[in-house]
Nanobody, 124 residues
Framework: QVQLVESGGGLVQPGGSLRLSCAASGRIFSISAMGWYRQAPGKQRDLVARISSNSSTNSADSVKGRFTISRDNAKNTVYLQMNSLKPEDTAVYYC??????????????????WGQGTQVTVSS
């Protein structure tokens, strides 16, 4: 019923920038917190940044000052602007969101949804 579709990943040189987008679609009633996580090969999936419904944010120490999370509630979309990229930022980036959907008979049900992931590679 709900899909999160990410875009914007790719190959970039150290010091470069990328902007990731993640759009939610479906029978959405409301979206609460949204976030970005990343997982490098052989490592666990870690939080990069998250943003609440009122746009308060928090981020991992490793990306503070370089990455900025934002959202457009009218478009059900969350963004991650990544600047001054480093090789250690290389990972698959996943978005997630707590979404309340409208089921049959008007029942509201909320849970966390994940996107399919987008690869970010920082290399010269």
């Amino acid at each position: 019923q709900v899909q999160l579709v990410e875009s914007g990943g790719g190959l970039v040189q150290p010091g470069g920038s990328l902007r990731l987008s993640c759009a939610a679609s479906g029978r959405i009633f409301s979206i609460s917190a949204m976030g970005w996580y990343r997982q490098a090969p052989g490592k666990q999936r870690d939080l990069v940044a998250r943003i609440s419904s009122n746009s308060s944010t928090n981020s991992a120490d490793s990306v503070k000052g370089r990455f900025t999370i934002s959202r457009d509630n009218a478009k059900n979309t969350v963004y991650l602007q990544m600047n001054s990229l480093k090789p250690e930022d290389t990972a698959v980036y996943y978005c997630n969101a707590y979404i309340t959907v409208v089921e049959d008979a008007g029942i509201l049900r909320g849970r966390i949804y994940w996107g399919q992931g987008t690869q970010v590679t920082v290399s010269s």
